[in-house]
């Protein structure tokens, strides 16, 4: 059998190509505009992809462009991800040490870990993240939840009380996300089997936007970034309905027990209405594009154009405080 092509854009060992950049970049830092500023990016594989003749590379090739730019001219990136082999973590982490400069030593990637992710991280992975001058921010468990323990096995596909305790400590560390960002890159994303209140994507860009940041949003990749923007456009998403989302009797339930208790509410209704008061119009207004230019960072595929796009944006709102 052929073997699988690598179109990622990333070298099968990146490590090899960063001693002769390296030696090259003996000049001082000038400072770019992004400089200082922190970006955090949501991005996850999606159900639509293949319907749209695309796969993860390109969910991955997109990626990868965005962090290039975004860490050339400064920027830190933010991402809330876990440690699986070939998962955005490691791939970001590797594309912050080969683009910043020699003589760079602020962190230009933070990985938020939250329970139980930070779990998994060994002193392996905290002494390549020292290597790689990466951030790992560890969340710690929400005081509220009292004593959890974290050595017995959490099902949260199987217990209500196991997801609820999944889904604060994601919902914790968005939150911080959100506070910690100066804007929200959002493209692809599950809406159906995701661990937390609601999919991901859609929970951080909640969040965002409760913290009154600038969000771009990617909707050529589909999922739940898509629905998200049919929801914005005044268009029914029927992914974002109580129907789709509270499907079998274990989520149903899981509704039910987190009735006054979880952080976010679970109803999409309310969570449709609260995105519909957010128009294209309003969040031009914050993300330093046009109606026209959300318009196309809304249906392109297009590398080059997005980045562009997005590049532009930071720009314009950073130079406008």
Do not use: W
């Amino acid at each position: 059998m052929e073997a699988e092509k690598n179109i990622s854009g990333i070298s099968e060992n990146l490590a090899d190509s960063i001693v002769e950049q390296k030696a090259i970049e003996k000049k001082e830092i000038v400072k770019s505009f992004l400089h200082g500023k922190r970006i955090a990016i949501s991005v996850s594989e999606n159900e639509e992809l293949e319907h749209l003749g695309l796969s993860d590379h390109h969910l991955k090739d997109i990626s990868i462009e965005i962090a290039r730019y975004l860490i050339v001219n400064g920027a830190t990136m933010l991402y809330g991800g876990d440690l699986r082999d070939k998962g955005y973590t490691r791939i970001f982490s590797e594309l912050s040490y080969q683009y910043k400069f020699l003589s760079d030593k602020e962190r230009r990637f933070v990985n938020y870990f939250p329970f139980p992710n930070f779990l998994k991280v060994s002193l392996d992975d905290k002494a390549n993240f020292v290597k790689q001058q990466v951030e790992p921010k560890i969340i710690t468990i929400p005081k509220h939840l009292g004593n959890v323990d974290t050595e017995r096995k959490y099902e949260p596909f199987k217990s209500v009380e196991d997801r609820f305790i999944y889904s604060e400590c994601f919902a914790d560390m968005r939150i911080i996300m959100a506070q910690d960002s100066d804007a929200r890159i959002l493209l692809g994303g599950k809406q159906k089997n995701y661990l937390g209140y609601i999919p991901g994507i859609i929970e951080e860009a909640f969040q965002t936007m409760q913290a009154n940041k600038p969000i771009y949003l990617l909707g050529g990749f589909g999922g739940a970034t898509k629905s998200l923007i049919k929801v914005i456009s005044g268009e029914r998403s029927k992914e974002l309905t109580n129907d789709f989302q509270f499907d079998n009797d274990f989520l149903i339930d899981f509704r039910k027990y987190c009735n006054g208790k979880s952080s976010i509410n679970l109803d999409y209704d309310y969570l449709v209405n609260y995105f519909q008061q957010h128009s294209i119009e309003s969040i031009s207004k914050q993300n330093g594009l046009s109606v026209e230019e959300n318009q196309i960072l809304f249906e392109s595929t297009n590398i080059h154009e997005l980045v562009f796009l997005i590049i532009k944006g930071l720009q314009n709102i950073s130079s406008n405080k």
